[in-house]
T-cell receptor, first 112, second 116 residues
Framework: SQKIEQNSEALNIQEGKTATLTCNYT??????LQWYRQDPGRGPVFLLL?????KEKRKERLKVTFDTTLKQSLFHITASQPADSATYLC???????????FGDGTTLTVKP | NAGVTQTPKFQVLKTGQSMTLQCAQD?????MSWYRQDPGMGLRLIHY???????DQGEVPNGYNVSRSTTEDFPLRLLSAAPSQTSVYFC???????????????FGDGTRLSIL
């Protein structure tokens, strides 16, 4: 069966360091992968999308990689700040499917 | 633009009661979805729609019904509430996802539902 795993439930890092979150999948051939941020009591907010033919995508302090051979995406936040503390979700999708499959999320805490 | 609006924000039901969770979007998005999120878990797809008049089941559809009579609205109905349906429910919408353009989903802030 299809499975999506995010590296850990919780990740604690010091302010200024780079946070790296992992999303692994099995029995799936996604056309694209998305990363979302979710704050307590709020809905997820879209951050970045990377397609299967793209190796890397950047947006300000965020970087996403997508390795279809390893079936893995890495999500990096450089120069992390306490305001980056949140839960980050990865989602996989297929073209024309109209739906996405989400991982369980990783809760990042950035300590000052 | 209001984006995706969900009502109510909170609801407590007794086992066996029925209710409808409302979801409306003002972005003219074709795709809409309902997810549930349980503590410490990701989002699980309940039902989704790729356009008015078209709906399909997701991963956990049992106990829920949907309809899509307009582009803007996508209500979720609980037929006979059970304690296992205690959860936070999120509605999302996105533009149609073509072969080479994969659109992000826009989420509402959820309905927190407790079944006693």
């Amino acid at each position: 069966s299809q499975k999506i795993e995010q590296n850990s439930e919780a990740l604690n890092i010091q302010e200024g360091k780079t946070a790296t979150l992992t999303c692994n999948y099995t029995n799936y051939s996604p056309a694209y992968l998305q990363w979302y941020r979710q704050d307590p009591g709020r809905g997820p907010v879209f951050l970045l999308l990377i397609r299967e033919n793209e190796k890397e995508k950047r947006k300000e302090r965020l970087k996403v990689t997508f390795d279809t051979t390893l079936k893995q995406s890495l999500f990096h936040i450089t120069a992390s700040q306490p305001a980056d503390s949140a839960t980050y979700l990865c989602a996989l999708g297929l073209p024309h499917a109209g739906k996405s499959t989400f991982g369980d999320g990783t809760t990042l805490t950035v300590k000052p | 633009n209001a984006g995706v609006t969900q009502t109510p924000k909170f609801q407590v039901l007794k086992t066996g009661q029925s209710m409808t969770l409302q979801c409306a979007q003002d972005m003219n998005h074709e795709y809409m979805s309902w997810y549930r999120q349980d503590p410490g878990m990701g989002l699980r797809l309940i039902h989704y729609s790729v356009g008015a008049g078209i709906t399909d089941q997701g991963e956990v559809p049992n106990g829920y019904n949907v309809s899509r009579s307009t582009t803007e609205d996508f209500p979720l109905r609980l037929l006979s509430a059970a304690p296992s349906q205690t959860s936070v429910y999120f509605c999302a919408s996105s533009q149609a996802q073509g072969e080479n353009s994969n659109q992000p989903q826009h989420f509402g802030d959820g309905t927190r539902l407790s079944i006693l």
